[in-house]
């Protein structure tokens, strides 16, 4: 048995250890949001926090996350509730397919954890490990900036970010 | 096999001719004419009359196909056509919003299953591509919702005991002297009211009175593709569901000798081990094991003919056939061999462009249920009718026991046309008697999918003294989509009483066709166009080396235009004359292409670039839209930077401008991977490439700025996925000819 925490929850799988931890999400808990694009950590669809870092979960066994905390889609916001990020990206229609777009948000909203405020080319270096197919990238790099920019002197968004990332 | 099989025929197609038909009756009967890219098939044994395959509450108000209302005033749009990200969902019910007078945010939007209702217009059956969805069903929609709004008013005036000329409409309520009421409080009243008739249809609204037509709002799939809650193909869930992952010959074409299952069936839950059609299955009660397993399954495969094919010999046969006399005409004007003689040409010029993977993100997925003499799949699918026929037809059934349900496609381009991982699925599932999800890995999706064509194209071309193009010849050497199309399309839209082998007599026969007698559309869409050519030949040699081949996003035009735009940046140049006044002086007569030239060009006049950048122009028209890009790039290191795009499309009335400039932005995008990336390789008759180390997309940090610019217009709508992207390649290579005086003429363009 392995026990992690998923979206606040703590949860136990007997998956055999080796299971990427996506398959863990999406077939054991049944969790869709996040998705397989390549399984070699190429293109970021799957891409999760682990203690509030952004990482491919289709090479992370499951073992490596015993004990640790996992945050997924889910669990950033949903639709009654979205993250600014996410309301972000459907106001300014950032999504087209839609299918890396759970990954593009998961790494962005690990960067704005960490850089409140990016500059266009730290966003892009950030974000140039997740692929998007149909090219969204300028709608995406916009939507980050222009949520950095609406929580820049927010400082009630930093202490509950940073209270967030302590929990 | 002989790949050059059409080299001994001869070009003059009239003294072979054993079909009764004209060129155009023909074309015109295979649904090819006019850039239908579906075959148009009539549905006989397919009555209208069938249930609709939709999910309606019991006392909704179903008015047509497309619309259910309920008395709490609440709208569910059954969307004829498949969302694969270019926003159909949101364009198709801003058209029917528009006329019904409903906010589309209003709209909760479903995909049907199989049936005629829901047919493309544009192609006579139920499939989407060809960018065609917002063109065809422009009027229908519209005509429908119209009908439906004189029904309400109507219903409305005697439930409220007013004249109809009493009522306004706005935003999913009648109003009466400033009072409110909701639609659903009309819909009884409503279903005892006849529709308005075909020869008879309630008026349209005038373009004036448009509140939702050409405005721009979010999409209306916005909120569940940025929360996670979308469904696609690979999140559904059956009971009971067990996983299947497939092994498909390394060699394209080849079938299964003998498998030894030892290692892989005493694996973890693995259930069962299956040979089907296109390779071997295995099945596990939980994904990550069929994969494991099916990494320890040892298969022994029947090579195909394929087996010596490398990139190098398409090449070579290729190049053969374009040295040959060998080619059939089309798009012919004045006497280009007359031309020829008088003149001494000024380029003879060869474009290659290499085979191609879709790789939409979401590799090929399905769902499959085979129980109780019923077969049910679910997938992303750019088309649910061929895949009830095909399963049907593999699992010898009859239409009426296949249903089809559709999801969120995971990026189509094209590929989600092709739709044998539906087929494989519901193989499995009746061989195992259980539900299946088949998912294919990325290394399946590169390598064992259908792709788009390689091409050698040559142009040649002469031209007077004051830069005016007087003679073209162009000629484009390589394989055909269409008869492929039909051999995979036909079985899946006949009715299952047509047998194979009379199916592949009509394949035959186009195959035949394509070769002698009138080129397939997509294999030289485009290579002549958009210019006043007075002297113009094009010309096609197929060749056919049997590789599963597909419509890739803009299909023919994805390679004709980088040779047609390479070459008249060439003409150009040697004519020491501006790229941009070249164009417009030589599209004279081509007044919507001219336009959208003249105001990029006058875009790039105005360009500010930075030392080092240089401007690189290309206009082309597809799917009955016009685009011209201009693309500022820098050459360093040997690599090419891609800084701006300035884009101009004119796709006729615009539905939804932010979506028009979401598709030019993701165009471009797509085009620019094929233009520094793309290059999928044979050899030894199997795909090099595998995953996105191997075969890369374009990343953020090489995505340039898109600036777009829509011509204001009010012609009938046209394409709006896939116009934007034929000009960005030749774009690109003409700036790197700018920047370096290197002319490029070989995709993906390497320093």
Redesign the interface.
């Known amino acids: 048995m392995i026990t992690f925490t998923l979206n606040g929850q703590t949860v136990e799988t007997d998956d055999a250890p080796d299971t990427p931890l996506l398959w863990v999400v999406r077939d054991t808990f049944k969790l869709k949001g996040s998705k397989f694009g390549c399984g070699a950590g190429l293109c970021g669809a799957c891409t999760m926090h682990l203690d509030g870092q952004a990482v491919r979960t289709c090479i992370l066994p499951v073992s490596a996350v015993a004990g640790k905390s996992i945050t997924t889609i889910e669990g950033l916001g949903t639709p009654e509730d979205m993250h600014p990020l996410q309301a972000a990206w459907s106001e300014q229609s950032v999504p087209q397919c839609g299918y890396c777009q759970s990954g593009q948000i998961m790494s962005a909203a690990a960067l704005l954890e960490h850089n409140a405020n990016p500059s266009e080319e730290e966003v892009e270096r950030h974000m140039a490990g997740n692929i998007c197919r149909c090219g969204c990238y300028p709608r995406i790099k916009k939507a980050i900036l222009s949520v950095a920019e609406q929580n820049s002197g927010n400082e009630l968004f930093h202490e509950v970010r940073a209270e967030e990332a302590q929990s | 096999m002989n790949p050059l099989k059409g080299m001994n025929r001869l070009k003059d197609v009239n003294e072979t001719n054993e079909f009764n038909l004209s060129r155009r009756q023909l074309l015109k009967s295979m649904g090819v004419v006019g850039g239908g890219l579906v075959v148009g098939i009539s549905l006989t044994g397919c009555g209208s009359d069938s249930p609709l395959p939709i999910d309606t509450a019991a006392n909704g108000y179903l008015p047509n196909a497309f619309l259910q209302i309920t008395s709490d005033n609440s709208f569910v749009f059954y969307c004829p056509r498949d ?5 159909i969902t949101t364009g198709l019910a801003t058209l029917f919003a528009e006329e019904l007078d409903v906010a589309p945010q209003r709209f909760e939007v479903k995909f049907p299953g199989v049936h005629p209702a829901y047919n493309n217009p544009a192609f006579g059956a139920q499939g989407t591509g060809g960018s065609a969805s917002i063109r065809a069903h422009y009027e229908p929609l519209r005509q429908a919702a119209a009908n439906l709004r004189s029904v309400l008013i109507q219903a409305a005036a005697a439930d409220l005991g007013v004249a109809p000329d009493a009522i306004n409409l706005d935003d999913a309520h009648v109003v009466v002297n400033g009072q409110r009421h909701p639609f659903g409080q009309f819909i009884e009243t409503a279903k005892t009211l006849p529709m308005p008739t075909e020869d008879n249809p309630a008026p349209l609204k005038a373009a004036s009175d448009f509140k939702y037509i050409g405005k721009e709002f ?2 209306l ?12 193909g ?2 559904v ?1 059956l009971p009971n569901m067990h ?1 299947a992952a497939i092994k498909h010959s390394p060699v394209i074409g080849s079938t299964v000798a003998s498998v030894n299952k030892t290692k892989a069936e005493n694996m ?1 839950g693995v259930t069962d081990i299956v040979t089907i059609s296109s390779g071997v299955a295995i099945v596990a009660e ?4 069929a ?1 494991k397993a099916a990494e320890q399954l040892e298969i022994k495969w029947n090579t195909s003919e394929l087996a010596n094919l490398s990139t190098e010999q398409l090449k070579q046969d290729f190049k053969q056939m374009l040295d040959s006399d060998e080619g059939v005409a089309s798009d012919e004007s004045g006497d280009v061999a007359a031309e020829f003689a008088s003149k001494e040409l000024a380029i003879n010029s060869e474009y290659w462009a290499p085979m191609l993977s879709h ?5 090929m997925s399905a769902v499959a249920r085979v129980e109780n003499g019923k077969a049910e799949v679910w997938s992303g699918t750019q088309g649910v009718q061929p895949i009830r026929g095909l399963v049907a037809r593999a699992l010898d059934m009859t239409f009426d026991q296949v249903s089809i349900h559709n999801t ?6 094209g590929r989600r046309s092709y739709v044998s991982h539906c087929i494989e699925a519901a193989e499995i599932a009746a061989a195992t008697s259980k539900p299946i999800h088949l ?1 294919w ?2 290394e399946d999706d590169t390598r064992s999918g259908v792709f788009r064509p390689a091409s050698l194209m040559r142009i040649k071309a002469t031209m007077d003294e004051q830069g005016t193009v007087t003679g073209w010849q162009a000629k484009r050497a390589g394989g055909n989509i269409m008869p492929q199309r039909l051999s995979t399309g036909l079985p899946g839209v006949l009715p299952t009483a047509v047998p194979k082998g009379l199916i592949n007599t009509a394949v035959n026969v186009a195959d035949s066709v394509f070769e002698n007698w009138i080129p397939d559309p997509t294999s030289v869409e485009g290579l002549s166009s958009d210019y006043d050519f007075p002297n113009k030949e094009t010309l096609h040699a197929t060749i056919n080396h049997g590789l599963p081949l597909h419509f890739w996003r803009s299909v023919g035009h994805s390679f004709t235009a980088f040779a047609k735009e390479s070459a008249i940046d060439e003409l150009a140049h040697k004519a020491g004359m501006d790229v941009v006044d070249f164009r417009l002086k030589n599209s004279q007569q081509q007044p919507r292409i001219n336009n959208v030239i003249k105001i990029a060009g006058d875009q790039m006049k105005q360009m500010q670039t930075k030392p080092g950048h240089h401007l690189g122009f290309a206009a082309h028209s597809s799917f009955e839209s016009h685009v011209a890009q201009v693309a500022e790039v820098s050459v360093e290191d040997g690599r090419i930077h891609v800084h701006k795009v300035v884009c101009v499309v004119d796709c006729g009335r615009v539905i939804n401008p ?2 028009v400039r ?1 598709q030019m ?6 085009g ?1 991977t094929a233009t520094i990336h793309g290059n999928l390789q044979l050899k030894n008759g199997g795909i090099k490439e595998s ?3 191997d075969y890369p ?5 090489e ?1 340039p ?2 600036e777009v610019i829509i011509v204001d217009s009010e012609e009938a709508p046209t394409g709006v996925g896939e116009p934007g992207l034929p000009p960005i390649a030749p774009a690109v290579a003409n700036a790197v000819f700018a920047a370096t005086g290197q002319r490029l003429r070989s995709l993906p363009l390497t320093i």
């Open positions: 969302e694969m990200g270019q926003g979010p999409r799939d916005g909120v569940a593709k940025s929360t996670g809650t979308a469904v696609f690979i999140d869930e996983y973890p939980k994904f990550w094991q994969k790789s939409p993100l979401e590799p969120y496609c995971g990026g189509g381009f998912l890995s990325r932010d979506i979401a932005e993701g165009s471009i995008m797509y620019l995953n996105f180390h997309i374009l990343r953020m940090n995505a700025n898109v």
